[in-house]
């Protein structure tokens, strides 16, 4: 009799020790992948357009064939701009590892208030925004003309170039993504960096 009730107590035990195993394999499958996960972009084209002249269009592209993989976005134009003229600077930003490619500007502009783009380029480039961008301060001017209800965006931007000319100088275009973190004082280094493209800019 001894025996039988060891036998049944340690089968409980067993029984309730697969029962816990059970139920904590489930509770890993069903849990939900991460959110929040960077956006997959290949391609990414700047059009500066002239403000006073539609047909003057200046683009620059940066390309990542293999979208998550070794690879990294490459810099393939230089920005070359014109002395003392306005442009509107606006994107076409792709996953074209989608057939058909998926627009994720069109996503950042959805999911407007996690995202901001910063900037930074040579010092007085630009007569307007003067300085040298935000990347570093991220109160320093910038002529954001989107944001998300209260904050800027940074989709389309204005820029007048300053009337001395400029070579071989910088113009870097940062994306963060800021979920959950975006505010009126959040900077680039908060959240993740969806691409950051440091160009080389002419002024002539």
């Known amino acids: ?34 959110e929040n996960e960077l956006e997959v972009i290949t391609d990414v084209k700047l059009i500066f357009t002239n403000t006073n ?3 003057d269009v200046v683009t620059a592209r940066a390309q990542d064939p293999d979208g998550p993989g070794v690879q990294e976005l490459a810099i393939l134009d230089t920005i070359n701009l014109g002395v003392g003229k306005t442009y ?40 307007n925004p003067t300085g040298n961008g935000n990347i570093d301060t991220a109160s320093d001017p910038i002529n954001y003309n989107d944001n998300d209800g209260t904050n800027p965006v940074g989709l389309s931007t204005t820029w007048t170039t300053s009337t001395t000319q400029l070579t071989n100088g ?3 275009v940062r994306l963060q993504h800021q979920p959950g973190v975006k505010t009126a004082t959040s900077g680039a280094t908060d959240g993740d960096t969806d691409f950051n493209l440091p160009f080389v800019l002419n002024i002539r």
């Open 53 to 55: 002249d539609a047909n």
């Open 170 to 172: 910088t113009f870097t």
């Open 1 to 34: 009799m001894k025996t039988v009730d060891y036998f049944k107590k340690y089968s409980i035990y067993a029984l309730l020790l697969v029962g816990v195993l059970f139920i904590g394999c489930t509770k890993d499958d069903d849990d939900p992948a991460p």
């Open 88 to 127: 509107t600077l606006t994107y076409e930003i792709f996953n074209n590892l989608e057939t058909p490619g998926e627009n994720i500007g069109d996503e950042i502009k959805d999911e407007d208030d996690e995202h901001q783009f910063f900037f930074s380029f040579s010092n007085n480039a630009f007569a």
